[in-house]
DNA sequence: GCATATTTGTCCGTATGTATA
DNA sequence: CTATACATACGGACAAATATG
């Protein structure tokens, strides 16, 4: 837990200072520079960052009520380790929530902003994939589904979308080789791409349905097979 | 602003101050004890709850975070007004959750707990109906719609649920004459309930999607009506 | 428009309780 | 079982922003 966070100091400028170093942590956390079962001790990162242990306190609360960290009374805080359970209902929620979204699809709601953000987000994991970056393509996937997600036309809905995916992003940090996972996905979101330009709704919801079965699928065999290796290492 | 929380002094017993604070508190806003515009000062409640000003922040910001607060720098916080955007993107949400939440039922696929629950939901709704408990009758037939949502079978729908139920409280505060509003969906409710009972999903959903546009609709009108009042009083 | 009082935002010191070596 | 380390919570302090006269 010897990290460097005095990196970070220079971005304490606007805002709350509570909001800020939640800011600075979560990146953290999702970055993987905080790996899931990490104990994120008051005194080491509050001068590390120069705030009181009351900001950090605040901070803290935030992100476990994201859902990033969990508080044990009198022990402290830690990066969450979620489960297998976690998993499927994170997937779950998916489905419910990203199937809906495009169902209603047709050629005439189509709307440019959206086609324009979703072929950004492929474009970000095409360059990823070029370079190798597979932590930078499963954001860009991740992104990508935010905004399919987003054709809700809902805040609240991005909101929960947002916070699934951090979620998600830590399961990401759980498993052990990032690529092979992500790496086949990104034909499948240039299909759903397709599908979406064209404005066919029901076609799309079928092949995002099967995405989002064989992805969880997927994962929860790694998370199975792996179990035993970082449920003793988080403890 | 001359409120007696000693009385809530005696529930301070387990768990950490501050999320005991935040339930107190949350309770006091969801009964419209603190109505929508009111200012939290940290002085009078900190000192009528009997805990310092750091923790009472602690409380703030998770409140904050769930919806029920808003903080604005250097002024303090206040409980929510809800706007009609909200409201609008409240049934949003509700229509895209409890309507997927109740497409694949089947007879088969009914559960017996799902349908007791939903059952008891209904008979305090009655109870309230027949005390002319117009406030309990709307939490009961919040109930009732958090028990249809939860049919997903999933913790974080139960949870989104929560929090979008917490907020069209808040909404509901705003509102004048809160019988006339919840009376009739009482009937409405029980007609569900059959639907449910008797495995009719598609039935289910197409009625469920009726109130659900009826009940906004109504709220979007009650709003723009009273608009001027409240906007006044909470600026 | 200005000066004052109030309130928030933040930090620090310290005491107490809890968990762990 | 004792001792140590740490989280929890309190109270006080000060600067900055806001509200009030």
Not at 168 to 177: N, Y
Not at 217 to 234: H, I, M, N, P
Request: hydrophobic letters at 45%; aromatic letters at 6%; glycine letters at 8%.
């Amino acid at each position: 837990m010897n990290h460097d966070l005095e990196s970070d100091r220079a971005l304490l400028d606007r805002l709350s200072r509570a909001d800020q170093v939640a800011d600075i942590l979560r990146t953290r956390v999702l970055q993987g520079y905080f790996p899931p079962g990490e104990r994120l001790a008051e005194g080491a990162i509050g001068s590390a960052l120069g705030v009181s242990r009351n900001t950090l306190r605040e901070a803290f609360r935030l992100l476990t009520h994201e859902g990033l960290l969990v508080q044990e009374l009198n022990r402290g805080v830690f990066v969450r380790v979620p489960t297998v359970d976690d998993v499927v209902d994170i997937y779950r929620v998916r489905k419910l929530v990203e199937c809906q979204a495009v169902r209603g699809i047709t050629p005439e709601t189509v709307m440019l902003g959206a086609i324009e953000r979703l072929g950004a987000a492929l474009a970000r994991a095409d360059s990823a994939s070029a370079d190798e970056d597979w932590l930078g393509l499963g954001t860009a996937n991740i992104d990508f589904h935010a905004e399919i997600a987003a054709l809700a036309g809902s805040p609240r809905i991005d909101a929960l979308m947002q916070r699934l995916l951090a979620e998600l992003r830590l399961v990401f940090h759980v498993m052990a080789d990032p690529r092979r996972f992500h790496e086949p996905y990104l034909a499948r979101n240039r299909e759903l791409f397709e599908l979406i330009r064209a404005g066919d709704g029901p076609g799309t919801e079928r092949a995002l349905g099967a995405y989002l079965d064989d992805a969880e699928r997927q994962l929860v065999q790694a998370y199975t097979d792996g179990r035993r290796a970082w449920v003793v290492s988080a403890s």
